[in-house]
């Protein structure tokens, strides 16, 4: 099946520890991207990929780092310097920048 | 840059009834989607509709370019349809979408 996949669904840290959430997808997209969702909000782009080697800081990048080692693979560690990290966490691709993208099912990330 | 407008926020609707959603922008765009986000937060591609009007079942939508606006359609509710609807907008010269901040629909039996 192609798709877009999250691990874990659930994640929760305490306060002040690193967490990497996983992305991964078998689309062949170049281009990769990790948005934020708060409690009743829309979504806002934290970083994007538009090609392995490659990434853009979004509007929130702050607290956050990411790799893009691989086509497949854009994880994303929420550092102990992102002041609020508990939020739902999606990962979506496309063929390219600004081609439809396509999301994966989220993390739920709790710190306690 | 650019701003994205959804309206209402909110939505309340028997099963069987048609509703209309609407998305305002303030720029040019080359990109324009509508997602649907069920109960469990996944978004679900409805349309790439940048310009046009397209049909997909109970729903179509259109996009006046020109006016800086996109509709959703849904006709014959069912309950299933509840969630929230997003519009997401990239524009020209930039490398991201934005999304507005959605339309929650609660179709009632």
């Known amino acids: 099946d192609g798709g877009i996949t999250q691990s874990p669904k659930y994640l929760f840290r305490k306060e002040g520890q690193n967490v990497t959430l996983s992305c991964e997808q078998n689309?062949?997209?170049?281009?990769m991207y990790w948005y934020r969702q708060d409690p009743g909000q829309g979504l806002r782009l934290i970083y994007y990929?538009?090609?392995?080697?490659?990434?853009q800081k979004g509007d929130i990048a702050e607290g956050y780092s990411v790799s893009r080692e691989k086509k497949e693979s854009f994880p994303l560690t929420v550092t102990s310097a992102q002041k609020n990290p508990t939020a739902f966490y999606l990962c979506?691709?496309?063929?390219?920048?600004?081609?439809?993208?396509?999301f994966g099912p989220g993390t739920r990330l709790t710190v306690l | 840059g650019i701003q994205v407008e959804q309206s209402p926020p909110d939505l309340i609707l028997q099963e069987g009834a048609n509703s209309t959603l609407r998305c305002n922008f303030s720029?040019?765009?080359?990109?324009l989607q509508w997602f649907h986000q069920n109960p469990w937060g996944q978004l679900i591609n409805l349309f790439y509709?940048?310009?046009g009007t397209k049909q997909n079942g109970r729903l179509s939508a259109t996009t006046v370019a020109t006016e800086r606006y996109s509709l959703l359609y849904i006709s014959s509710s069912q309950t299933t349809d509840s969630g929230v609807y997003f519009c997401?907008?990239?524009?020209?010269?930039?490398?991201?979408?934005?999304f507005g901040q959605g339309t929650r629909l609660t179709i009632n039996p």
């Open positions: 979506a691709s496309s063929i390219g920048l600004l081609n439809e993208q396509f």
């Open positions: 990929s538009q090609i392995v080697n490659d990434f």
């Open positions: 509709i940048p310009s």
């Open positions: 689309l062949n997209h170049d281009a």
């Open positions: 997401a907008v990239g524009s020209e010269g930039a490398q991201k979408l934005v």
């Open positions: 720029d040019s765009v080359n990109n």
